[in-house]
């Protein structure tokens, strides 16, 4: 299966789609609203993108580029599409995207504490089972603290950071650390 990409706007058909979703994925602290994300898209390096599958809508991601990375900011499924492989059709569709690009992602840590410690570990897995790799740096922003997984080894920091330095968020503003 491969899933059709397109560029989102406020126009799109699957509008109000996106808006649910978005709402439903994330939480609060991780919370962008489509409209805004659809504001950032116009600039160069910022990719708002719509997943569908036959004309059906499945989900939706944001990346960042810089230099040789593409960096997926958000990626989100449709609850009814979710466990069905979907996800891993959205990697792939990154991945095609973005051939000439290092894949680079970050998702909430692993706290054994945190209220969803069990989505967390999913999350984990699925990247690791989609070919990322640790790259034993984590970050923090907006008060949660984030691992960061790479596909390729010779994962570049400094890049990485830079990368970082063009995402237009009110208060966003990582710290850096390993473990």
Not at 108 to 124: C, G, S, T, V
Not at 126 to 150: A, H, I, M, P, Q
Request: glycine share 4%; proline share 3%; hydrophobic share 35%.
């Amino acid at each position: 299966m491969k899933l059709k990409k397109e560029y989102i706007t406020e126009h799109n058909r699957f509008w109000s789609e996106i808006n649910n979703l978005a709402k439903e994925a994330f939480p609060p602290e991780e919370y962008l609203a489509p409209i805004e994300l659809v504001r950032m898209s116009k600039a160069n390096n910022f990719d708002f993108l719509l997943l569908t599958d036959d004309e059906q809508f499945v989900g939706f991601m944001v990346v960042q580029t810089h230099k040789n990375l593409a960096y997926l900011f958000f990626l989100a499924i449709d609850s009814s599409r979710r466990s069905k492989g979907y996800g891993s059709y959205a990697i792939e569709a990154l991945k095609e995207a973005y051939p000439e690009k290092k894949q680079v992602v970050d998702f909430e840590m692993l706290d054994e504490k945190a209220d969803n410690y069990e989505q967390r570990k999913k999350r984990r897995n699925f990247y690791l089972r989609n070919g990322y790799k640790k790259t034993g740096l984590f970050l923090s922003y907006l008060d949660v603290d984030y691992e960061v997984f790479c596909m390729e080894d010779d994962f570049d920091v400094e890049e990485f950071k830079e990368l970082m330095t063009t995402i237009q968020v009110e208060g966003f503003n990582p710290k850096y650390f390993s473990r």
